[in-house]
């Protein structure tokens, strides 16, 4: 069984420009969620996708933007790249759409984005 | 989703008890409490979860009081690999198990 695994991880960019963090979700996990992690903060909910669908939003504008494929991995979007978007993203997967007992999300090691 | 409030840092030292304990005076009927430890440059890792009374397993203990308006993670005899950052999150998680995160609580274990 393969944990969740993100590529790549680290990536600079110029403010302004677009940019495609991808990653696979744990063998079968069928929801994934996505995070940034500015430095010394805790991980702050993007959205997550579950079967292809955009499941749930957290508060972040729409240059912000996602996919997930049949196999269930996933992209995360991020356009017109800002200084303040310099980040750790975090992508995680579960097998459950509903919350508590064994509600356990599986993160990936990130990836480190820079943007100058 | 409840508000949740930890220590900002705790220093221990190899082999003691390390207690950390999380208030969350608005948690609702439905909301589980779940920790999380992260390392850095790494993700969140699932430590463990609870709804009321104590929960065991074999890393941590969950002791969670009658009013549910706090909790403690209970790590025993920690060791310097337990050097990281701990999160306490309260939640139902049925919004697709939207994780929310604070600021958590960094551990330093010392030799």
């Known amino acids: 069984e393969t944990g969740v695994t993100q590529s790549p991880t680290h990536l600079i960019k110029t403010r302004g420009q677009q940019v495609t963090l991808r990653c696979s979700s744990q063998s079968g996990h069928n929801t994934v969620s996505w995070y940034q992690q500015a430095l010394g903060q805790g991980p702050q909910f993007i959205f997550q996708?579950?079967?292809?669908?955009?499941?749930g939003r957290g508060n972040f504008p729409p240059r912000f933007s996602g996919l997930q494929f049949p196999n269930y991995s996933s992209e995360l979007n991020v356009n017109a790249l800002e200084l303040d978007d310099s980040a750790l993203y975090l992508c995680?997967?579960?097998?459950?759409?509903?919350?508590?007992?064994?509600?356990?999300?599986?993160f990936g090691p990130g990836t480190r984005l820079t943007v100058t | 989703l409840a508000k949740t409030t930890q220590p900002i840092s705790m220093d221990s030292y190899e082999g003691q008890e390390v207690n950390i304990t999380c208030s969350h005076n608005?948690?609702?009927?439905?909301?589980?409490i779940t920790w999380y430890q992260q390392f850095p440059s790494q993700g969140p890792r699932f430590i463990i979860q609870?709804?009321?009374t104590k929960v065991t397993n074999e890393v941590a203990s969950l002791f969670i009081p009658a009013d549910r308006k706090s909790s403690t993670l209970s790590l025993p005899r920690v060791s310097l690999s337990d050097t990281a950052v701990y999160y306490c999150?309260?939640?139902?998680?049925?919004?697709?198990?939207?994780?929310?995160f604070g600021a958590g609580t960094i551990l330093r274990v010392k030799s």
């Open positions: 609870g709804y009321k």
């Open positions: 995680a997967s579960s097998d459950q759409l509903a919350g508590g007992p064994g509600s356990e999300q599986y």
């Open positions: 608005n948690i609702a009927t439905n909301d589980y």
């Open positions: 996708y579950y079967r292809e669908e955009e499941n």
């Open positions: 999150l309260v939640g139902d998680m049925g919004y697709g198990n939207k994780l929310v």
